[in-house]
């Protein structure tokens, strides 16, 4: 690790332009949170267009600031109102909802803040550390480690990803297909364009996660938040007693543990990491029945973790160019649109870029804590604001974006297609996640495996040839075989206990 590089990484953060927004980042990210179902993924994409005319630190330092934002916010909602802001903070609401009926909703957000903020920096610590050699060990990767790797990312993110694993992998399929449409890379005949030359160029990025995450979601969540939404229970005290911070220290250091180490793995993080987490403080109990039922330890786990894994996730998508979730991948397609291909010479050919991105976490986690108790009245009065009136100006905002990025009213059409793609695949329960993953990952994936087959002269076994390959390729099976029979037999065990001794 190269100390003069990490220092002026501090110098890049704390340039006045760069804090702004830093400051900008974290505030929407936790205003994203508090209004649920527009998600950072939503938020990220809607605002790609603007970032054409921003500095490329200054603009993935915004982007990020948004994403573990995002962590916090959706925990003011899930403690007052039982309503999840994030995926991520469903597991909150289990003890953090109870934990405010009984006038302890201060305790719970102000343990929250304070786990989230332990757990994002030590996760930017070891993020410091282990990040360079990742990179120093990425630059030996060839075209067949890069298949092997593309391949494992999109496998894991379906066989670990929240929906049915049929529908993981069949929206993965498809996001792989679409990522074949234009000219073929190599010979450079056109391939399912249909004849139009709108399709020869493929299909943008931004496009799809626009239309996916924006105006998907945006449709989707109209549709259920015009229901009655429960009443804001007020928050009272907002800093933990001793004896509730006692409680929870140890709930923190594990969250933090186990949110790192499931960020960095494709398929796993924030929101796996909040689940295992809380798992893991309920197994760890002295009395498991106070779980549910108002247990700090049930916010102080998930919420370290789901802010540690935020972090965590920026690894491989910096170091080896591979997004480790749906955010990520968003944040995949804001760098290339900055003409920054992330990967592992990122650290060496744009150190500033690298280093400032991630120091600025530090400052950010830090606003994050200041601002969060101060700012929960009013997010919580944006709740009250309607449905109505959000999701029209968003989509407003969203179609003037994609426009001025090609001036092309074919790009709208385009949007707003993939928007009514989204809203279909929530409906149907299929994760849109392995869908845009497999989309980003599809051209890497061609390219090196077409450009590996060449370096074997077309026999598959080379991929055994190459140590670090082979290696690579046992995962890949562990992953294709193992994980999902580990998944049925933990179903077909969970369904045993739900039906009885009397019942099997």
Partial sequence: MDVGSVLSGFAVAFEPQNLLYCVIGVTLGMLVGVLPGLGPAATIAILLPITYNIEPAPAVIMLAGIFYGAQYGGTITSVLLRLPGEASTVVTALDGYPMARQGKAGSALGIAAIGSFIGGTASIILLTLIAPLVADAALEFGPAEYTVLALIGILLVATLGNGALIKSVAAAGVGLLLATVGLDPLMGSPRFTFGSDQLADGIDFVIVAMGLFGVGEILYNLEHRLRPQPAVLSFGRAIPRRLEWLASRMAILRGSVVGFVLGVLPGGGATMSSLVAYAVEKRSAKDPSRFGNGAIEGVAGPESANNAAATSSFIPLLTLGIPANATMAVLFGALLLQGIPPGPQLIVDHP??????????????????????????????????????????????????????????????????????????????????????????????????RRSMRLFDGNVLGFFHRPVSAVLVAVLLVTVVVVPVLRMVRSRQAARVTRGPNQV
């Fill in 352 to 449: 500033d870029v690298f280093w400032g991105v991630v120091n600025s976490m530090y400052l950010g986690n830090l606003i994050l804590l200041l601002l969060s108790i101060p700012l929960i009245g009013v997010f919580v009065r944006l709740l009250r604001v309607r449905a109505g009136i959000l999701a029209p100006l968003t989509v407003l905002v969203t179609m003037i974006g994609v426009y001025s990025i090609r001036n092309n009213a074919f790009d709208m059409f385009l949007v707003i297609a993939f928007g009514i793609l989204g809203y279909g695949m929530k409906k149907l329960g299929f994760e849109p996640g392995p869908f845009v993953l497999a989309f980003v990952l599809g051209k890497l994936l061609e390219s090196s495996f």
